[in-house]
């Protein structure tokens, strides 16, 4: 079994960007912080192991929102 990793990260379906966010209070947070902030909207597509995956709306965004995830994950 794969380790689930503590920042979220971007994976590509195909040709769509996607992020994988990890299931824990931090990143969860952050993802409600940060969409709420920059009026971000998200739909999630999957929750594998322990995670969620989600694809951002305006798809230009996904690099920068992921880093600003991560900022604040610590």
């Given at each position: 079994m794969e380790a689930v990793s503590e920042k979220c990260k971007i994976k590509f379906d195909g040709e769509t960007p996607q992020i994988v966010v990890p299931n824990n209070d931090y990143?969860?947070?952050a993802l409600f912080e940060e969409s709420q902030a920059n009026e971000v909207f998200f739909m999630p597509v999957d929750f594998p192991d322990g995670q969620m995956i989600i694809?951002?709306?305006d798809e230009s965004y996904t690099e920068q929102f992921v880093e600003d995830l991560n900022y604040n994950i610590g």
């Open positions: 990143a969860l947070a694809q951002l709306q």
